[in-house]
């Protein structure tokens, strides 16, 4: 409920509402997703900064350290440490000779124990720590580019072959780059936030110059649409607005016309319709004076054929050969089956005119009613007859049953020469629409002349099986004036298969 309510305020919100919605958070959060991006770059500059710093410093310390380290004496690392220390962010200074032993160690506030990464031969080890750096540098001999005789240390570093004097070690603290990440980030998302609101303001304005005709002509099209057929005003704004009133203008008139002319249409409808019911309503009069000259003058005639030929077979059929008491039983069969015809197609006709009084009809109990019935007509029939429960249609009760008398009729009928004759009423579900199948194992018929099942006086098989051709005509127009349809498949001797659709209940 609260989300149907949530719906329809949205549906009401206009067209300048539905941008600023959009525009607003978004832009707050790119100038957001921008400040933090622009940070973290900010942030990793700093760092590499600091770490080119720490490399530097450890170098320096390298090249003062290597004297000290060849004669083991501190004297000389003095003087360097304290430049370096007096670096606020340098927290602790190692020179470690090649035995391991520390020469020189200074630190400046609390002592950690920093883990140091391995010296390499070359350049400067670095790694990271949650609060600090540390960097660690072998200290070697290195040949002197020319003998100078002021400075006999030189000779006596030049004369190995680069050999090992030791190893330096530093610690730099991360206090600088977390105050400079702070800065860089309020500074950057304070200022992002302020692009982004001016930004906002200066789209926000110009949402408004092209909402504000847009809404102006749909207050138009609201009015047109409650019947007040005003002049429409065309909106000043952008070219692609204006066009859009004068083509919305030009509709009007359009629209106006098309009125005036439905208008009149309409009344040479009526007058047409009023017509058109008149001569239904005289066709239907001529087509009841048909069925009833069908009914009653039709019949008499067969029925005089039937009876003076029975009579002929009564009361001279001894006295008459073979063949004539044959003409004459053909005779009689011939006027029965066409009164049968007369009958049927009678019922096709009332089925058609017949006023329908939908209600909701159990077509279960029904079809059981027309099997009571078949089994009372046919009692030397065993027929094991199924039926799914519960099967709920909205129809007319008399014409579904004229069409179940049809339906199970004929599979009762094709099933005459099967030593087990089977007949099942189901009902089936076919994605969303709900399907009947009635289905035996009877006779069957050939598909390719499957356009011909449900045509009037059409018959697929000959006369070893009784008939006139009119059933499933009969259940066409009555499944179809219930907005239903009906198909069917089947094999020769393998029996048949009828779908059909009526509404539920």
Not at 193 to 202: D, E, P
Request: hydrophobic share 45%; net charge neutral.
């Amino acid at each position: 409920m609260k989300s149907m309510l949530m719906a329809e305020r949205l549906a009401r919100l206009s067209v300048r509402k539905w941008l600023a919605m959009a525009i607003v958070p978004i832009t707050l959060l790119g100038a957001l997703a921008i400040g933090l991006a622009t940070a973290m770059l900010s942030t990793q500059e700093v760092a590499l900064y600091h770490v080119n710093a720490g490399t530097q410093m450890t170098t320096t310390l390298a090249q003062h350290s290597d004297l000290a380290l060849l004669y083991e004496s501190s004297a000389g690392i003095a003087e360097t440490a304290a430049s370096l220390l007096d670096n606020p962010l340098v927290r602790q200074i190692r020179v470690i000779d090649r035995h391991d032993k520390v020469l020189f160690e200074k630190t400046n506030g609390e002592a950690h124990a920093w883990t140091y990464p391995p010296a390499p031969e070359e350049g400067v080890a670095s790694a990271e720590l949650d609060d600090f750096w540390v960097f660690a540098r072998q200290v070697r001999t290195s040949r002197p580019a020319a003998n100078d005789p002021w400075l006999p240390e030189a000779a006596l570093l030049g004369s190995g072959s680069n050999e090992v004097l030791g190893k330096v070690q530093l610690v730099l603290s991360k206090d600088a780059l977390f105050k400079a990440r702070r800065s860089i980030f309020f500074g950057n998302v304070v200022t992002s936030f302020a692009f982004s609101l001016l930004a906002m303001f200066v789209i926000l304005a110009i949402v408004r110059s092209f909402s504000r005709p847009l809404e102006t002509l749909a207050e138009t099209m609201h009015e047109m649409r409650a019947g007040v057929w005003a002049e429409p005003v065309v909106p000043v704004g952008p070219r692609e607005i204006r066009e859009i009133g004068e083509s919305y203008k030009s509709l009007m008139a359009v629209l106006r016309q098309r009125e005036e002319q439905l208008r009149d249409f309409n009344q040479d409808l009526e007058e047409r319709i009023r017509e058109r019911t008149q001569a239904l309503e005289a066709a239907n009069k001529e087509l009841e004076a048909f069925s009833y000259s069908a009914s009653h003058d039709l019949r008499a005639p067969l029925r005089a054929i039937d009876g003076f030929g029975k009579a002929l077979l009564e009361d001279f059929g001894a006295s008459l050969d073979p063949t004539a008491q044959s003409y004459l039983q053909r005779m009689c069969e011939a006027a029965r089956r066409m009164s049968d015809l007369i009958d049927n197609l009678l019922k096709l006709s009332r089925v058609t005119r017949y006023e329908m009084q939908v209600g909701t009809i159990d077509m279960s109990e029904m079809a059981a009613a027309v099997v009571a019935q078949l089994r009372e007509q046919y009692p030397q029939r065993n027929v094991d007859f199924r039926a799914s429960p519960g099967m709920q249609v909205s129809a007319d009760p008399n014409l579904l049953r004229i069409a179940l008398d049809n339906l199970i009729g004929n599979a009762w009928k094709y099933t005459g020469r099967v030593a087990r004759p089977e007949v099942v009423f189901e009902k089936l579900k076919q994605g969303q629409e709900t399907v009947y199948l009635l289905r035996d194992n009877g006779a069957g018929f050939d598909m390719r002349f499957a356009d011909k099942l449900f045509g009037a006086f059409q018959r697929l098989h000959g006369k070893e099986f009784e008939g006139t051709g009119i059933g499933l005509a009969i259940v066409t127009r009555v499944l179809l004036r219930h907005g239903g349809r009906i198909w069917a498949d089947a094999e020769v001797d393998k029996g048949a298969r009828f779908y059909f659709t009526l509404p539920d209940a």
